[in-house]
């Protein structure tokens, strides 16, 4: 009976061509079991598809939109990676986003009747410097006291969200805004500039794309990213080489802290104007399935990016036309990431039909 | 052919790339120890594991007490009468000797009945064991002997016994021999699998001598010497390797003082009080057992564990014990560790990478933090040239090298980094003999140019061949030196083993 069933073999060669078939096999599957879900809750599979990948981009305001979407998931993503290289699990970008708005929008809100050139830098810089700051505290637990930066990272997620509900209901909450959990709405050269009249695609876009060309020279070219390559690869021959561990532990954090807080700026300074409770639809989260889609590489990031932010806007959409909770977005975005991981077995492995030899 | 217990006709194994086992045939007489000889790759594992059904031949048949042997697992092997007993031990640490022969066990039997049955083939056999110790503070012989009794309690006719004495030290070899020459007198065929020549000439009736998966020859020991049999095993005369008292100088380069640490972990062994010099120009071997503390005093010697109780480690009056790996690198030394996969290289990354990574610091393959691809190109190039690595070029994955060739890039990169002191673990460990021949030229060359080598290895025959003087290592302790040109064997092995 052996002989019609699929044996598993081991890879004897490398194959670079696989590392860019498993997003692909992922995505076709995700997009497989889609069909089967929009059917079995009795939607025409393909009309439901078509609403959910297609539509969404088939106006230039639309297309916009994915950009905008896209921009914090990539920019976070390529922060993620600085860790994930290098074996380090930081999953609390999304506190360190919460914490680059709070510090970035806080600039926003103390000079809200000050107009100047230098307020978005100066909200930059805070922005970066809040989710660096943020990122840090699990980066030294994690050297000082060898905690796991996991737990940590995650927990700082949910302190990062109660301040800033603390902030938009106190302190910081809009006098004029009829008791509503939000701040004053930042004045106009507190904003990012918009890239086009009349779309909301924004500066943060330039940024973005800056860093990853940055990121990916880093990586590729440099003596840091070949020490978090080594690092992640083999913990024992980054000790033989001598690098100093919590060093580049403590660099990764802090770049993918600062990378998170400056999308948490781009989203308050960009598209949103003010601060609230809802700045992120956990963006920082939903990153880290960017991240892996775009297996760590800059240029796999752009476009993982591009298929995650589609999931947002078709769940809007699918919410919209078909009356489907826009959490089915959510269910893509893990069906995506249940694929992605089962598919990385054919990295080191190949299915092989026929008889076993 | 009623005198063959195995008559193993035309066996063939492929697997991608490779013909592993070609028409391989040749016969093994009842109650004989049966030595299969041949280097790391000759096909004696693939033939071995055939034998014991982990895996099948793609042709060829295995004649077992006159029937064909049919079977498709360990334990079908098991039920016939083929036990096995791997290189590596697959024994559960932390269990008593007692619980581990237990779990050994196919079929049901009861605990008395058991107990009896080990007791009668510890006495018969003289396998001294504590059955109630645990396994973990048990020496690498007295876990073999753990391993023996497991398979002996299965009675099988055909014990195989893949390198057995590659973590023994010379008396329990000595008294593995006595062990098997008994089990052949009660009836018990014994198929030994080596790359060791004068262990085929001591314990072995007949020998088959394999090579690239072929048979070359199978014949009694008769009038074979270890030379005759390394020549047929090799297909060429190797090199004679000599080395030379001259060249070491009468000037101290690294000194060990009373160093001690402790890691009160069952898993590693604490560090007591070792001391040490070396001369420049002068190799010193560290021999011992596996497990005594080897690994621990290289990393100590490396840098990459800097946690010391106390001591000093001089190197040219100077005091480096603080210094990490990169920093002594700086000072000219060198280090090739035991593992070369994930240690002192990274499967996962080309050469040129791992070219980078034990010369990342301070030289002219970074600049401002960029690497130098071009430079570092010709560099790693030039390793491969003067260390005849086979490979396909400088951007090759370290994994797609063979065992001998990874070494030999490996040990290049660190000799053409022009140390004054090389510190090396094993360096010859798993490779074939060419390759090992090779590297052990290559140190002797380099301790001629003045630099002192510190050779830690378990091979005997190895340090003997190569170090000007010899230490051994023993539960975390150092013997004092011996000279290598008037040793005495039997103090060594003695020593080995714990005795004074």
Known sequence: ?357 | MGQFILDIQNISKSFPRVKANNKVSFGVKKNTVHAILGENGAGKSTFVKILYGLIKQDEGKIIYKNNELKISSPAEARKVGIGMIFQHFSLFESLTVRENLMLGIDDYISYKKLEIKIENLIQKYKLTLDLDAPVISLSSGQKQRVEIVRVLLQNPKILVMDEPTSVLSPQEVKSLFITLNALVKDETTILYITHKLEEVITICNSVTIMRDGEVIETSSIGSNTAKTLANKMLGKNLEEISKDFSAIKDQINFEVNNLSCKFNDPFFTDIINISFKVNKGEILGIAGVAGNGQTELMEILSGENLNIESGKILYNNKRIEKLNPQQRRNLSISFVPEDRLGHSAVPELSLNENTLLSRFYNNKFTKNGLIQKKILDDHTKSIINLFNVKCLDADSNASSLSGGNLQKYVIGREILSEPELLIISHPTWGIDAGAENFIRQSLIKLSKLGTSIIVISQDLEELIQISHKLSIIYNGTLSNTFNTDSIDIEKVGLLMGGGK
């Open chain 1, 1 to 357: 009976m052996n002989f019609f069933l699929p044996s598993i073999v081991l890879r004897t060669q490398n194959s670079s061509s696989v590392n860019f078939l498993v997003p692909l096999i992922a995505i076709v599957f995700t997009l497989l079991t889609g069909s089967l879900i929009f059917s079995l809750l009795g939607f025409d599979p393909i009309y439901s598809l078509y609403t959910f990948f297609i539509s969404p981009i088939s106006s230039l305001y639309g297309f916009s939109e994915l950009l905008v979407k896209a921009t914090p998931l990539a920019l976070i993503a390529i922060g993620l990676s600085y860790c994930f290289k290098n074996n380090i699990y930081n999953i609390g970008a999304e506190g360190q986003l919460t914490m680059g708005a709070i510090f970035g929008g806080g600039v926003a809100i103390y000079f809200y009747n000050v107009e100047g050139f230098w307020l978005l830098p100066l909200m930059l810089l805070a922005g970066v410097l809040g989710g660096s700051l943020w990122a840090l505290i699990p980066a030294l637990l994690k050297t000082k006291f060898n905690t796991n930066e996991i737990l940590t990272s995650l927990m700082l997620v949910y302190v990062a969200t109660f301040i800033l509900d603390y902030l938009v209901v106190g302190p910081w909450k809009d006098p004029s805004g009829f008791s509503y959990p939000k701040s004053r709405p930042f004045n106009e050269s507190a904003r990012m500039p918009e890239l086009f009249n009349g779309l909301r695609v924004h500066f943060g876009l330039v940024i973005t794309l800056i860093l990853i060309f940055i990121s990916w020279f880093i990586f590729s070219k440099t003596i840091f990213g070949f020490q978090l390559k080594v690092s992640g690869l083999s913990i024992k021959a980054a000790r033989f080489a001598g690098f100093n561990q919590n060093k580049l532990i403590i660099s990764a954090f802090i770049i993918c802290g600062g990378f998170a807080g400056l999308a948490g700026l781009g989203e308050v300074s960009g598209p949103i104007g003010l601060l609230y409770r809802d700045i992120s639809p956990n963006y920082g989260f939903t990153a880290i399935i960017v991240a892996f889609l775009g297996r760590l590489h800059p240029i796999g990031i752009i476009f993982s990016s591009l298929i995650i932010a589609l999931t947002y806007l078709g769940a809007e959409d699918a919410q919209i036309f078909l009356q489907i909770p826009s959490a089915v977005g959510f269910i893509f975005q893990g069906l995506l990431l249940f694929y992605l991981l089962g598919a990385e077995l054919l990295i080191n492995y190949k299915i092989q039909f026929g008889k076993i030899s």
